[in-house]
């Protein structure tokens, strides 16, 4: 039995045959985009939708691409792709920040509504008291004094509500400006550091 002296060891990297590299899909996308844009200028809008549909399909090739294979793609096409996912999360914090306002605005507009209505109550509630105590009248003042500290358990009820709203409100753009940010290190004390256990 004879064993193998020398053995040749080859190693083939992964290639998709008839897909395009990252970086020309790259190139395509943003050149079809520039197209679409002169296209729309020049007033010409049929063509420059086709020009935004070949450079959006481009565009969505070169992220699938440079995310499927990163050994294969170059240095442009990663930091591209880096710059594309920082965009892309921006924008969903954005659109998080500006729902957050909406939400709340709109919320704290019914709860105003309601506190509004209820001091109007309040303030007539008051003048029927008035009325009641010249009139010497004990039970319609007994009645009126219960509705007014009804209405004044509502109108704390609702400033509360009104706080609490805005609080969420704050968290969730805090959240997502927090989901945005670049990570930092921050260095201990020294006064941090005599205070670690010892093991």
């Known amino acids: 039995m004879r064993v193998a002296e020398h053995v040749d060891v080859k190693w083939s990297d992964r290639r998709y045959f008839g897909v395009a590299p990252a970086t020309a899909l790259f190139g395509i996308g943003i050149g079809a985009l520039v197209l679409g844009i002169v296209l729309i200028v020049s007033g010409n809008l049929v ?3 086709f020009a935004f549909a070949g ?4 565009l969505a090739g070169f992220v699938s691409q440079t995310r499927r294979l990163p ?8 930091a591209s792709l880096h710059a594309l996912e920082t965009a892309k999360a921006r924008a969903g914090a954005t659109i998080d920040t ?6 709340a605005r709109i919320e704290l507009m019914r709860l105003r ?3 509004g209505r209820l001091e109007d109550e309040r303030e007539q509630k008051l003048r029927d008291l008035g009325a009641a105590a010249y009139e010497n009248d004990e039970n319609a003042t007994s009645e009126v004094k219960d509705q ?3 209405l004044d358990g509502e109108l704390v009820e609702k400033k509360l509500e009104m706080s609490r709203i805005s609080e969420r409100a704050e968290e969730r753009i805090q959240d997502a ?9 921050v260095e201990p004390d020294n ?3 005599d205070r670690r256990p010892e093991n």
């Not at 450079?55 to 481009?58: D, E, F, I, K, Q």
């Not at 050994?71 to 990663?78: E, F, I, N, R, W």
């Not at 500006?98 to 939400?103: D, E, M, P, T």
């Open 47 to 49: 063509w420059a939708l």
């Open 55 to 58: 450079a959006l399909l481009s």
């Open 71 to 78: 050994d294969q793609a170059s240095g442009v096409a990663l």
């Open 98 to 103: 500006v729902a957050a306002h909406g939400n």
């Open 113 to 115: 509504r309601e506190v």
């Open 148 to 150: 007014i500290g009804a």
């Open 177 to 185: 400006q927090l989901s945005v940010q670049s990570t930092r290190i």
């Open 191 to 193: 006064g941090d550091e």
